[in-house]
Each structure stands twice: as structure tokens, then as C-alpha cells.
């Protein structure tokens, strides 16, 4: 799983591109928290390149989430799709989870 | 479906324990290989269960458990799985050699104030219970696999008494229906 970062504005999209499992789902925690160590305040997460989720990984999702929201800043999860969006579905975090289909729409969604 | 099957059950004799049949492999508690061991089980599965990898994705959680947590990634202590794939149902057995899951009643009150709160659209109460944790779990656990597996594997989810033992098994709406005459 590789993640990568750009900006918009001051928003900060995290493309995820690999498998969010056991044994990588711990990165995203790790970049999450240092960002905001950053004062970093808006968060796109990019789910487009994923095609794989375990529990570990929607750990991973409700942690940055709670952790962003707690601190009164704010995230979004966009282009979940296919069995990620199925695993959300079962584990019914849609309606927990913000979720927008596109980048467009969650940059909307923050500003 | 019946609320009963919302519910982990507790039964050693279950129909879904019947092993008459089935495939078994047995794999070493290897934290690391967790992944390739499913894979190993899934590959039986017809593509049409497969559903991309979530029938996949279903089974690594409960081999997971049974490695982590049962055997607590002892590579001595072996993992036992008993499966049949068909193309219209995915049933599995999975035996650790721990203590055994001594939470279950636990874990069925919070699953059912979870759903509740999911019922209600109470998406703030629901943060509460979006992870089920006990003084077993570290930073890396979910503690939402059961939840996921309650609502897939839809023939039921049952432990044996002792809990180091589960059972699983789902069925699938096959696609050519035809009629039958009784």
C-alpha cells in the first residue's frame, strides 16, 4: 500500500493506492497524526485505488475519522467502490463515515 | 432472517459443525502468512461467490482471529479449517488451539445496542460502538470483524462451547432461478 499526498487549497488529499489490510492499515493512522501534529485541517481521503479492506482497515478509517472530527477539523472519504463500499455496508458505517463519490464533491462538502 | 441469526450462537452440536465432506487444511499461527493461507482456502471457491474478494476477505478475518487471538501468533500451535464451496453457499469451520473467545455474551449486548443505534440513525451514539474491544486487542485490531460477519455469512455464525471453535456459513441467490414443482 502506497500513500501519497497533494493539495488543494488548504485541503490535503491522501490517495491510497494498495490493499487498506492488517499489514498496512497502521500507515495511514501513522500519517494521519502526523498531520495534524501539522496543524493540518482538511482531509480528503481517496479510496479510488482501493480495492481491498479488512477490518483493520475500516479501523484504521474510523480511527482518522473520530480523531479529525474530535478536533473539530474536517475529513472526507471519497471513491469507495466495490467490495470496500460492500464491507462498509455489512459493518453499516455508511451515514458514520462522511462519504462523497468524487474528489469534486468533498472538496464541496469541506469548503 | 430471523434476529436469532443476528446473534452469535453458542452450540457444540450445530449442524454447520457437521465436518462429514468437507475440505480441511491446517496452517501454523503465522501472523505474516495470514493472507496466503486464505488464499490457499479461497481458491476452491467458484468465481461466482467470489464477489471480487469479499468471500476472501471474510474468511482472513476469521482466520485472523483464530491466529491472533487464539493462538496468539504461536507458530507451534496450528489453525484448522474445514471448508465446501459451491456455487451457491460458503461453508467453514475454523479450530485454534486457545482459551477460546470468553466474551460472546458481551459481544451480543454490544452488537445489538450497535444495531440499534444504526436502526435509530443515532450516527453520533453509534461512535460509541463502532469498535468492539477487550484487554486482548492492540492498535491494529478493527474490533468490527464480527460485526461484518453477522450480516454476511446469513445460515448463521456459531462457537462451540468452549469458543475456540467457529462455524460459518453463507448461501447465495443463484442467478438462474428455475422453477420447482412440488
Not at chain 2, 488464499?39 to 483464530?66: D, R, T
Not at chain 2, 471453535?165 to 414443482?181: E, G, H, V, W, Y
Request: charged content about 30%.
Amino acid at each position: 500500500m502506497e500513500l501519497k499526498i497533494r493539495k488543494h487549497n488548504e485541503t490535503y488529499i491522501i490517495d491510497i493506492q494498495g490493499e487498506l489490510d492488517l499489514y498496512h492499515s497502521f500507515k495511514l493512522k501513522e500519517l494521519v497524526s502526523k498531520m495534524l501534529e501539522k496543524k493540518i485541517t482538511r482531509f480528503i481521503i481517496n479510496m479510488e485505488e482501493v480495492e481491498y479492506i479488512d477490518s483493520s482497515g475500516i479501523g484504521a478509517l474510523i480511527y482518522v475519522v473520530s480523531t479529525v472530527k474530535k478536533q473539530n477539523h474536517q475529513i472526507v472519504i471519497c471513491n469507495i467502490h466495490g467490495s470496500v463500499l460492500k464491507v462498509i455496508e455489512l459493518t453499516k458505517l455508511v451515514g458514520y463515515f462522511p462519504m462523497a463519490n468524487s474528489i469534486d464533491e468533498s472538496i464541496q462538502m469541506i469548503s | 432472517m430471523s434476529d436469532n441469526k443476528k446473534r452469535i450462537q453458542i452450540d457444540n452440536d450445530h449442524p454447520l459443525f457437521n465436518k462429514e465432506g468437507l475440505f480441511f487444511k491446517e496452517f501454523p499461527s503465522d501472523f505474516r502468512q495470514i493472507r496466503y493461507f486464505t488464499l490457499m482456502v479461497v481458491q476452491n471457491a467458484p468465481p461466482e461467490i467470489k464477489e471480487i474478494n469479499l468471500l476472501e476477505q471474510q474468511i482472513s478475518e476469521i482466520i485472523k482471529n483464530a491466529v491472533k487471538h487464539g493462538n496468539h501468533n504461536d507458530t507451534n500451535k496450528k489453525v484448522k479449517i474445514w471448508y465446501e464451496f459451491t456455487e451457491s453457499s460458503a461453508h467453514i469451520i475454523v479450530e485454534d488451539e486457545g482459551p477460546g473467545f470468553q466474551k460472546l455474551k458481551e459481544w451480543n449486548d454490544f452488537n445489538e445496542k450497535r444495531l440499534s443505534c444504526y436502526a435509530r440513525h443515532d450516527f453520533e451514539e453509534l461512535g460509541n460502538y463502532v469498535s468492539y474491544r477487550t484487554e486482548d486487542s492492540d492498535d491494529h485490531d478493527g474490533g468490527n470483524a464480527l460485526f461484518a460477519a453477522i450480516e454476511y455469512w446469513n445460515e448463521g455464525v456459531v462457537f462451540t462451547q468452549k469458543a475456540n471453535c467457529i462455524a460459518l456459513k453463507k448461501t447465495f441467490p443463484t442467478r438462474n432461478r428455475s422453477i420447482k414443482i412440488s
